[in-house]
């Protein structure tokens, strides 16, 4: 607390936070967490299940890298989901057993599919104005049902080894996965960090009139960033689809609303200019370790659902204290 004489003679007392605390608060979170489902379930400490469960949280960290990089201008993308779902589809068709050999096609073809619809999302809310919700609504639904017409509503399966190597391989006893989204936010991080384009990022989610007038080009900053999710998006798909071994029309429902979760709850604020990959990536771990927990403790999903939208109200709330 810190006491204070106004000037009218009474005493004031504020409430303060240690800077230690709060710059680790997202971490303190996790480790309470963690240990909570540590004493509830034998099997929740072992190398093998933890092993999975950031296996599991990988593809949320990987979407929630290209999110942060969205809401950091004041955006959002509802659009992932779908997009990681058209992309995986895409790259699937190119490497079944009958063409294992276009692995590296199929890879470029998925990033490139989610990296252009990232543009279009980009180009509507940049160029044309149309608020960022409306935007990414719409193509949720575009990108959905060009998966449902592309798969004729139908699974492809078959897919070649090379290619399952990506979702279910391993590099030096580590999940390939893991090792991906380690590589993404290491990048993620660096750009924000330490490049212009970063820091322009947070000026134009500050202040976006300030920062057009400081001479920086917001359209073409603001519009970045859906191509990076869009990508991302492409490369969760990738991911998704070989770690499922086949792809599926309905794959990727649901999992824009864990990204937003996720980096929300890591303390990147809707309203832009503040936040970091740091706590994104923890909260794609806080959720995931919830899920992990709970299906080891034989909870239903609705309670998940439920105990997992709190989570984000009462994140939401706690930046809005914090303002």
């Known amino acids: 607390m810190e006491y204070q004489i106004t000037r009218d003679g009474t005493l004031s007392i504020t409430r303060t936070i240690s800077p230690l605390v709060k710059s680790f608060s997202i971490v303190i979170v996790f480790l309470a967490i963690s240990i909570f489902f540590t004493f509830a379930n034998q099997y929740f400490l072992t190398w093998s299940n933890w092993l999975n469960l950031l296996r599991q949280s990988s593809i949320n960290g990987i979407l929630a890298v290209g999110m942060t990089f969205v809401i950091l201008t004041k955006g959002i993308d509802l659009s992932v989901g779908s997009v990681m779902s058209i992309s995986g589809m895409i790259a699937a068709s190119l490497v079944t057993t009958t063409n294992e050999h276009f692995v590296l096609i199929a890879i470029v073809a998925g ?26 609504l719409g193509m949720l639904s575009m990108a959905r049902g060009m998966t449902l017409i592309f798969s004729q509503g139908r699974p492809t399966a078959n897919l070649s080894a090379p290619f399952r190597w990506i979702g279910g391989g391993d590099i030096l006893s580590l999940p390939a996965p893991v090792v991906i989204l380690f590589v993404v936010f290491g990048l993620g991080w660096v750009v924000l960090s330490y490049t212009t384009f970063g820091r322009y990022i947070y000026a134009v989610g500050g202040n976006e009139k300030a920062a057009r007038t400081s001479g920086v080009s917001t359209r073409i ?103």
């Open 221 to 323: 900053i603001t519009g970045s960033t859906y191509v990076i999710s869009g990508l991302l998006a492409g490369l969760a798909g990738l991911v998704l689809t070989s770690r499922t071994t086949a792809a599926l029309p309905q794959a990727g429902i649901g999992y824009e609303l864990d990204a937003i979760a996720a980096v929300v709850i890591g303390g990147t604020s809707l309203a832009g200019g503040r936040g970091s990959l740091v706590g994104s990536l923890f909260g794609a771990l806080i959720i995931g370790t919830i899920n992990n927990g709970m299906d080891l403790m034989d909870v239903s999903s609705y309670y998940q659902q439920l105990l997992k939208g709190a989570i984000i109200v009462a994140a939401v709330i706690a930046d809005q204290l914090r303002k």
């Open 111 to 136: 990033l490139g599919t989610g990296a252009a619809l990232g543009l279009i999302n980009g180009l509507i809310v940049a160029r044309i104005n149309v608020p960022p919700f409306v935007a990414t």
